[in-house]
């Protein structure tokens, strides 16, 4: 799918603000929160996500005036909307009228009306009522001057990513028929052969209900495709709707970090702005790690543009087991953390906390106790503080490093039952390379499988059980232009119809890698491995491999126990200018960091003393670089500034050595030079003011 040329935001500052629900609220408390979003800063607000029901009451009849009210009241105090077309909901004469548009479980049993999100992606009357509404909204304010950005249903796939349907079943037929082309091309490409499964027709393929067993993973895995391109179908037609009558307008829809069931590569590249939701649990205190990962992916998902925070909680959430609330500066850390990452602003959910509802108990910028809350003075802290980094706006974050993302083997090693482990997780693999890469002190983006990887010095693969031949030839130009490649267990596996590849593992990345795996060696929950990588034992869980070697490729690490000891366990491949690297088991963080480290080292880059409580994260233009400075940790951080270095949040001119207290941020503008990272820990960027190393606690850190 080739991406849309984008259209910019309609907004001149970093984006503050957060969803805006006044339909749950009396017109006086509208003309009270335009006052103290005013007094906050909040210059966008999202709105009325969820308020086809007051828009359209009865069908066909809509009812603008208080909508109208509210927007003008917005922009009279300065603020303007990212739009919703109010779509993420159908009303309950929608439901009582046509109640097959309800979706369906794995079991074929109809979900109720009563949450949000009651629709079938496939279904033609929800389509044709919701694209009616949509129209209704870009004629009516396609040009209005608060209209900053539109913002299309909400949260594609949260409630509803799956729905087993005859409607959807009609859908997924005619989606195999155009893929295939021929009820045999499906035949072959599902192997239909194995356990009599051969189909006559379309006609006679259901969805993948449940069965009375295994299920042919080559239906599952279409089945999966199917239903992101269903929603995206679905987002793709409010999208042409919009473009048709407000061309100019940018449109987005807001994602939901790292989620296995839509492949965000597809819907990235018919949006304009990609748009991200992020609730890292503050009872978590490595949750800034995985928000790194999930925000690397957000700012890579078209080419390396800001992108946008358009929710976060200002304190707790309502929909864990226990909602622990952010301690006073964590706000304000995640906020930063987001901007150090690309995004040029910082949304929360929602502006007024609800009275009534599933939601009364999330926290927001303005709280129950209103202008009295805690949120609320952090809320209005912040804002004051956005407007004094304005100069990041559009800049773009530097990295060297990228992970891979594939959905396809995303949701291939995720299969119910059949593979040689349920143990071996895409996400949590991509989560503890990534987690590595960052105590190691690198920035990484998120790529395709089959690149670009011109930008980067290394990338690492931790899983890509689908493999073809045009991602291992991405691959192999890129080692062979000087690149260093580490690629995970359990990769090349199958073909993107779940057949194993000849030959086996790891198919067309074999010439690649060096490597052949005989056979796969997962370990049982408890169990761990050994491998000696020169001398020192690291510790594997969950996965290891029977594999040989090609005769010329570097056996790096060879297994010093069990049943695999002595055979070679990590193995270099030099191919041109660069080499590729095979790690065939899963490794505990402190051994995966070390190899890593060696790959890092041989790209020429250098890598800090491991820690995952600072961050260090760079913005430029090319002429001035932003640096991002963010203590997670529980105790002071110190590191050396580069020479000419501006604190943006304080105004001061930063000398020497920069203490932050936990949860401090600094934001240093200063000369653009290239960054690189030091094996003693310092990660330095030129021109510096000296050499000086400064701990952190017990680590050296430079900037």
């Given amino acids: 799918m080739t991406s849309t040329p984008a259209r910019p935001i309609r907004l001149d500052a970093l984006a503050y603000g957060g969803d805006y629900n006044p339909d749950q609220w009396s017109e006086e408390t509208w003309i009270e929160d335009a006052r103290l979003m005013q007094k906050a800063g909040v210059n966008l607000v999202s709105l009325p996500v969820f308020s086809w029901p007051q828009i359209e009451r009865t069908p066909g009849v809509y009812d603008f005036g208080w909508l109208d009210r509210v927007i003008d009241l917005l922009w009279e105090h300065g603020i303007k909307v990212d739009l919703a077309t109010a779509t993420a909901t159908p009303p309950a004469w929608l439901i009582r009228e046509f109640p097959e548009v309800l979706p369906s479980n794995i079991h074929g049993q109809r979900l109720e009306f009563g949450s949000r999100q009651a629709y079938c992606p496939s279904s033609p009357i929800f389509r044709e009522h919701a694209l009616r509404l949509t129209e209704a909204m ?40 155009a893929r295939y082309g021929s009820i045999d091309g499906l035949n072959e490409a599902w192997g ?18 449940t069965s009375m067993g295994p299920i042919n993973p080559s239906q599952n895995l279409d089945f999966e495709r199917f239903s992101s391109d269903a929603l995206l179908e679905l987002f793709q037609s409010e999208i042409d709707v919009l473009r048709r009558v407000t061309p100019e307008i940018a449109v987005t829809t807001n994602f939901m970090s790292l989620f296995k069931e839509l492949d ?136 060297s490093v990228a992970l891979v993302a594939d959905w396809d083997s995303w949701w291939g090693s995720a299969a119910p039952d059949s593979l040689p482990s349920q143990r071996l997780k895409w996400i949590e693999q991509a989560r503890a390379w990534h987690g590595a890469l960052f ?89 761990t491995g050994q491998l000696s990588l020169d001398g020192e034992q690291l510790t594997t869980e969950i996965w290891s491999e029977w594999i040989d070697a090609a005769p010329d490729a570097e056996i790096v690490a060879s297994y010093s126990a069990g049943v695999l000891a002595g055979r070679a366990a990590i193995v270099r491949n030099t191919v041109g200018a660069g080499s590729a690297w095979y790690l065939s088991a899963v490794l505990a963080p402190a051994g995966l960091e070390q190899v890593l480290a060696r790959a890092l080292t041989a790209a020429g880059l250098s890598n800090r003393v491991a820690t995952r409580d600072l961050e260090v994260v760079t913005r430029t233009d090319g002429d001035t670089d932003f640096t991002f400075v963010l203590n997670h940790g529980h105790t002071d951080a110190s590191v050396a500034v580069p020479a000419g270095a501006h604190d943006l949040i304080t105004g001061a001119d930063v000398t020497g050595t920069l203490t932050l207290a936990p949860a401090g941020v600094a934001v240093l503008a200063h000369p653009a030079g290239p960054a690189t990272v030091s094996t003693t820990g310092a990660v330095s960027t030129s021109p510096t003011t000296d050499s000086t190393e400064i701990s952190h606690p017990t680590e050296k850190t430079e900037i």
Wanted: glycine content about 8%.
């Fill in 138 to 177: 870009a004629t009516r304010y396609g040009n209005h001057p608060a209209l900053a950005l539109w913002h299309i249903s909400n949260e594609y796939g949260d409630h509803v990513p799956r729905c087993w349907c005859d409607e959807s079943a009609r859908h997924f037929r005619r989606w195999l028929e």
């Fill in 192 to 209: 239909t052969t194995c356990w009599g499964q051969n189909y006559n027709t379309f006609e006679h393929i259901e969805p993948p209900r």
């Fill in 264 to 399: 965000y590569w597809d819907f990235a590249a018919v949006e304009d702005l990609v748009t991200d939701d992020a609730y890292p649990d503050p009872a978590d205190p490595q949750a800034h790690v995985p928000a790194a990962l999930n925000y690397g992916l957000m700012r890579s998902l078209k080419g390396g543009q800001p992108w946008l925070l358009l929710e976060q909680a200002p304190s707790a959430v309502s929909w864990r087991d226990v909602n622990v609330p952010k301690a006073p500066g964590r706000m304000r850390l995640d906020s930063f953390q987001a901007i150090a990452h690309g995004s040029d602003g910082a949304m929360f959910f929602q502006w007024r906390q609800a009275k009534f509802g599933p939601e009364k108990y999330h926290s927001a910028m303005l709280g129950h106790r209103g202008e009295n809350s805690r949120t609320f003075q952090e809320t209005a802290a912040l804002g004051a503080e956005l407007k004094q980094i304005e100069a990041v706006r559009g800049t773009r974050v530097r990295a």
């Fill in 439 to 527: 105590a190691l002190g690198h920035t990484v983006d998120v790529v395709r499988a089959t690149g670009s990887f011109d930008a980067y010095d290394v990338v690492v693969v931790p899983n890509l059980y689908i493999a073809t031949d045009e991602q291992a030839k991405a691959m192999t130009a890129f080692v062979e232009r000087g690149g260093q490649l580490v690629v995970g267990p359990f990769s090349g596996v199958v073909d993107p119809t779940e057949k194993v590849h000849e030959g086996g593992a790891p198919g067309p990345l074999r010439a690649l890698l060096g490597v052949e795996v005989d056979e796969w060696w997962p370990l049982s929950e408890g169990e």
